[in-house]
């Protein structure tokens, strides 16, 4: 079993979505490890906030399979591949890491560059995986963390429940 850690987020009916793709993932991985729900600008355009977490789970699935159920989860909530890159979102999940994996498996760059340049992506990862080391870097999640400029990207956390338990707050 390989433990991953992916990205969520949305900034298109937030709660609703994020709920959702956290029942999503549920159901196809099981047992979830969650960070806080931080809310943040829109990075790259101009767009409403977006809610974001990390979450981490075990999978036997390769790289390759994993990619096409995140992204079936994506398009069961009305996930729309054609505008641009940079856009509003209903649900957005990304693979993280898979293990200690790097370079491009199965169409997907691991570890995700976003770790190191985007706080919405570190500081949630360096909550639920403080000690983990980063792959390529060597160093923790919470090192990284901790030396990030925190001025480049304001986020905060805010509250939110999921299956009838409040795991994020203000």
């Known amino acids: ?28 991985f099981g047992e979830l ?20 977490l990390v979450a981490g789970f075990e999978t036997a699935l390769p790289v390759g399979e994993l990619s096409r159920q995140l992204k079936a989860i994506e398009d069961r909530n009305g996930r729309c591949r054609q505008g641009p890159k940079f856009s509003g979102r209903t649900l957005d999940i990304d693979i993280l890491t898979y293990d200690d994996s ?10 995700r560059a976003e770790i190191l340049f985007n706080a919405f992506v570190l500081q949630p990862l360096a909550q ?11 160093v923790s999640y919470a090192a990284l963390w901790q030396g990030y400029d925190k001025q480049k990207q304001r986020l905060w956390a805010v509250d939110f429940s999921w299956q009838g338990r409040a795991f994020s707050k203000a």
């Open 1 to 28: 079993m390989a433990r991953v850690y992916v990205s969520i987020g949305s900034n298109i009916e937030r709660e609703r979505n994020i709920t959702a793709g956290l029942d999503g993932l549920a159901q196809s």
């Open 33 to 52: 490890m969650l960070s806080s729900v931080f809310e943040s600008e829109a990075v790259g355009f101009a767009g409403d906030h977006f809610y974001n």
């Open 102 to 111: 790097c370079g491009r498996i199965d169409g997907v760059e691991l570890p």
């Open 128 to 138: 639920i995986a403080p000690d983990v080391l980063h792959p390529e870097t060597g």
